[in-house]
C-alpha cells in the first residue's frame, strides 16, 4: 500500500538532494572539523557553507547562526540566554499556543519566580495585537511568540510584533519552526533577536536545528563544554546534519514560491473537497493568515483517533488534535485556547503538505475520507438530528 | 501509535453488535460529546433474564469502541446475575489487554453496563457515583469512586488514578488531592509501603556493624573469607576484605552483589560499599 504523507507539520521526507549532500560525512569525510590536522580540518570549510546557506535564507549574517540539535534547544537556549543576561527582569510574554518547546520553558520560568502573560487568541486563532503592547513591563525579559502555528497552521504578524517590542526595547525570539520555507521574510528587515528553526521540517533529517541570536543581542552559553560555535553552542558538531540543513535551507529557499502557489492549491483542493463533501465539517484557523500547506479540520460527532486509525488503513498519514490519553480527554491546548467548541474539537484533524505531495494522492485522500467520517458516525450515538440528545460534561 | 492488540484492531475496524436494538429492554448511556468519549449500551433481555442481544453505539477512540464491542460480546448470552459481575478489568482482559492510559476505556463499558441494570430495574441511573464529595471537578469523580478503584484495581499511583478514573486527568487542580486519598488507602493497606524515617549517622553506624556481624561475616567465613569495617562517610560503607576475599578475582562481585546489596536491604537502600584504598 502506497504511503499518503500528510504529517509535514510532524516530520518531513529527507529531500533526495539533501541526502546526497550529506552522505559523505559520514563515510570518507567523517573528520571532526575542531582537529589540526587536513582530514578533520577539511570538514569546518562545509560547515562554513551550510552556515552561510541558512544565513543567505534567513536574510541574516553567517556568525549570527548557531547550530543545534533541534528546534527545542534553539528555543530552549533562547529563552537561557534572554532570562541569564538579564537576571533584573522577570516577566515573560508569551502566547497560549505555543509548542511544548516554548510553553514547558515558560512553565519552569514561572515556578522560579518568574511573571508570565499569555496572551489568548481570538476564534480563528489570532492574537491581540493591543493585548501584546498593553502587556508589555519595564522588567519584560523576553517576548516570545511562534511565526506560525503548528496545529492550525495561523500565521503571526512577526513585523508588527517586532515593532511594538523593539520599540520598546525589549528581546524578541520567535518559534519559526513551522515558518521557515512557508513564509517569506528577511531577518535582515526584520528586528527580532531571537529565532528557532528545526531541520526535519524542512527536508533535512531530524537532530539538527539552529538559532538566530541577532548581532548585539545580549547571550550567555546555554550548552557548556568545548569551544565549538565560537563558544556559544558546545558539543562535536553533528557535520552531516548541519550540512543538510544548509542544502535544505537553500532549497527551501528556491521552493518558497512553489509552496505558496501550487502546495497552496493542493492544500485547497484538500480543504474544499472535504468541506464540500463531509457535512458537519469546519475549518480551524484563520483561512487566510495561515501557512500555505496546512488544513486543520473538525469532524463533528466523530473522535480524531478513531479516524487516524481508519485512515491508516488506507496508508493516509495525518495528525490529531484530540489527544485521548490518560484519561485526560482534553482537546489541544490550541483549539481550546481558540474556543473551538468541544463538540468539534474531539474530532479534529491536520493535514500538513510538502512540496512532494502530488493532486493524485490529494483525490485519492477525498475519495476515502467521506466513507471513512460517514462510518465512524454511523457507530456514534449522536447524529446530527438529535442534537439536544447528549447530556452535557460535568465538566 | 498505540500498541494496540489485534483483538483490539479487529474490533474497532470490524466492531461486531454496533448499532441499535429497536425497543431494547434496558438501555444505557453514559458520557458525552462535550467529555470525549460516550456510549449507549443497548440490550434485550429474555423473560427468564438472560441477554440475548447486545448492541452498542459509541464516540471515541478506537479503544473505546473495540471496549463496547467486546463487551457486546461478552454480555450475549449471560444470565443478569453474571453480567452482573463484569468488571473493567474483564472487559480489557478480554481485549487481551488495554494501554495504561486508555484504561478509562474499559472503565466506560462497565459504567454503561450499570446504568444499563439500572435502566432494566427500573431504578433511577445515576451517572456516576455520586456519594461522597467531589474530588475532581472536571470529570465529576467523587472520592468514593476514587477509592473503589483504588482498591479494586490495586492502583499505587496517581497516574494511574486519572487512567482509571479520569480525575486529575483535566485542570489537574485536583492532583494533590487525589495523592492524599492514595496515601490514606495505601496507608491503611500497605503499610511496609511507606517511606522510613531516615536514619541519623550513629543509628546507621550501629545498624552497618550489626548486619556486617551478624549477617555478612558468617557468610563470608563459610567461604574463607572475611571482611572488616574501616569507615562511615555518609552513605558510604567503607570496608577492608581479609582472608580468602583479599585475593580473591572476584572480590569486587562480592562486595556489590553481596556485602552491598545485603546492606541496603538490611539497612538503607541509599547505601554504597567501597574497599578501602
Redesign the interface.
Same mark, same amino acid.
Given at each position: 500500500m502506497k504511503t499518503l504523507y500528510f504529517d509535514n507539520n510532524a516530520t518531513t521526507m529527507v529531500a533526495p538532494e539533501v541526502l546526497e549532500e550529506m552522505l559523505p560525512f559520514f563515510s570518507e569525510m567523517y573528520g571532526n572539523p575542531s582537529s589540526m590536522h587536513l582530514f578533520g580540518g577539511q570538514v569546518g570549510k562545509h560547515l562554513t557553507l551550510a552556515r552561510q546557506r541558512v544565513a543567505q535564507g534567513l536574510g541574516c549574517e553567517p556568525d549570527e547562526i548557531i547550530f543545534t540539535a533541534c528546534g527545542t534547544e534553539s528555543d530552549n537556549t533562547a529563552f537561557y540566554a534572554a532570562t541569564m543576561a538579564q537576571p533584573m527582569s522577570k516577566h515573560i510574554v508569551t502566547t497560549k499556543v505555543e509548542h511544548p518547546a516554548v510553553l514547558n520553558v515558560v512553565q519552569r520560568l514561572e515556578r522560579h519566580g518568574y511573571d508570565v502573560t499569555t496572551l489568548g487568541t481570538d476564534s480563528q486563532g489570532r492574537l491581540d495585537l493591543d493585548e501584546l503592547r498593553d502587556s508589555l513591563r519595564e522588567d519584560t525579559a523576553l517576548v516570545s511568540v511562534m511565526y506560525a502555528n503548528n496545529e492550525t497552521g495561523v500565521v503571526y504578524p512577526l513585523p508588527e510584533i517586532a515593532e511594538i517590542v523593539k520599540a520598546r526595547g525589549i528581546l524578541l525570539h520567535t518559534d519559526a519552526v513551522q515558518a521557515v520555507g512557508k513564509v517569506p521574510f528577511r531577518l535582515s528587515e526584520l528586528p527580532l533577536d531571537f529565532l528557532a528553526l528545526s531541520g526535519h521540517k524542512l527536508h533535512a533529517p531530524k537532530g539538527v536545528g539552529a538559532l538566530f541570536v541577532r548581532r548585539g543581542t545580549p547571550f550567555r552559553t546555554f550548552m557548556l563544554g568545548g569551544h565549538q560555535e565560537h563558544g556559544r553552542r558546545a558539543g562535536t558538531e553533528n557535520t552531516a546534519g548541519i550540512v543538510a540543513l544548509g542544502k535544505a535551507v537553500e532549497l527551501a529557499t528556491a521552493h518558497i514560491e512553489d509552496e505558496n502557489t501550487r502546495v497552496r492549491a493542493l492544500r485547497d483542493r484538500l480543504e474544499q473537497g472535504l468541506l464540500a463533501a463531509i457535512p458537519d465539517t469546519r475549518l480551524n484557523g484563520h483561512p487566510d493568515e495561515r501557512l500555505p500547506n496546512t488544513s486543520n479540520l473538525s469532524f463533528k460527532?466523530?473522535?480524531?483517533?478513531?479516524i487516524l486509525?481508519?485512515m491508516d488503513?488506507h496508508g493516509i498519514c495525518a495528525s490529531s488534535g @484530540?489527544a485521548?490519553? @490518560?484519561? @485526560?480527554?482534553? #482537546?489541544s491546548h490550541v483549539l481550546r485556547a481558540m474556543g473551538v467548541p468541544?463538540?468539534f474539537a474531539?474530532g479534529s484533524i491536520r493535514f500538513s503538505l510538502s512540496r512532494y505531495n502530488t493532486v493524485e494522492e490529494v483525490d485519492m485522500v477525498l475519495d476515502v475520507m467521506p466513507q471513512i467520517i460517514a462510518r465512524l458516525r454511523?457507530? @456514534? #450515538?449522536?447524529k446530527k438530528d438529535q442534537e439536544n440528545v447528549? #447530556?452535557?460534561?460535568?465538566? | 501509535m498505540w500498541e494496540y492488540t489485534d483483538k483490539v484492531r479487529e474490533l474497532f475496524l470490524n466492531p461486531k453488535n454496533a448499532g441499535e436494538i429497536p425497543n431494547a429492554d434496558a438501555v444505557g448511556e453514559v458520557g458525552s460529546l462535550a467529555c470525549g468519549d460516550a456510549l449507549k449500551l443497548f440490550l434485550k433481555i429474555s423473560e427468564d433474564g438472560v441477554i440475548e442481544d447486545a448492541k452498542f453505539q459509541t464516540f471515541g477512540c478506537a479503544s473505546a469502541i473495540a471496549s463496547s464491542s467486546a463487551l457486546t460480546e461478552m454480555l450475549k448470552g449471560k444470565t443478569l446475575e453474571q453480567a452482573e459481575k463484569i468488571t473493567n478489568k474483564d472487559i480489557a482482559a478480554y481485549l487481551g489487554g488495554l494501554p495504561k492510559e486508555k484504561m478509562h476505556c474499559s472503565v466506560m463499558g462497565q459504567e454503561a453496563l450499570e446504568a444499563c441494570l439500572l435502566d432494566y430495574r427500573g431504578e433511577e441511573a445515576p451517572e456516576k457515583i455520586t456519594e461522597g464529595e467531589v474530588v475532581c471537578h472536571c470529570f465529576g469523580v467523587t472520592d468514593v469512586a476514587i477509592r473503589r478503584a483504588i482498591e479494586e484495581n490495586g492502583i499505587t499511583s496517581v497516574e494511574d488514578i486519572t487512567n482509571f478514573t479520569k480525575a486529575g486527568g483535566g485542570c489537574g487542580e485536583c492532583v494533590g488531592k487525589l495523592e492524599e486519598i492514595l496515601f490514606d488507602v495505601l496507608g491503611t493497606k500497605r503499610e511496609v509501603k511507606t517511606e522510613p524515617k531516615p536514619m541519623t549517622n550513629i543509628q546507621r553506624m550501629q545498624k552497618v556493624m550489626q548486619v556486617i556481624d551478624e549477617v555478612i561475616r558468617p557468610s563470608l567465613k563459610q567461604d574463607g573469607g572475611d571482611i572488616q569495617l574501616v569507615d562511615l562517610d555518609g552513605m558510604d560503607v567503607i570496608v577492608s576484605l581479609r582472608g580468602a576475599c583479599g585475593s580473591c578475582p572476584s572480590a569486587k562481585l562480592t562486595l556489590n552483589g553481596f556485602v552491598q546489596k545485603t546492606l541496603r536491604e538490611q539497612v538503607e537502600p541509599g547505601i554504597r560499599v567501597r574497599e578501602a584504598s
Open positions: 460527532y466523530v473522535e480524531g483517533e478513531a486509525l481508519m488503513q @484530540s485521548c490519553t @490518560s484519561g @485526560s480527554l482534553e #482537546p468541544f463538540t474531539h454511523e457507530l @456514534s #450515538p449522536f447528549p #447530556p452535557a460534561c460535568t465538566c | -
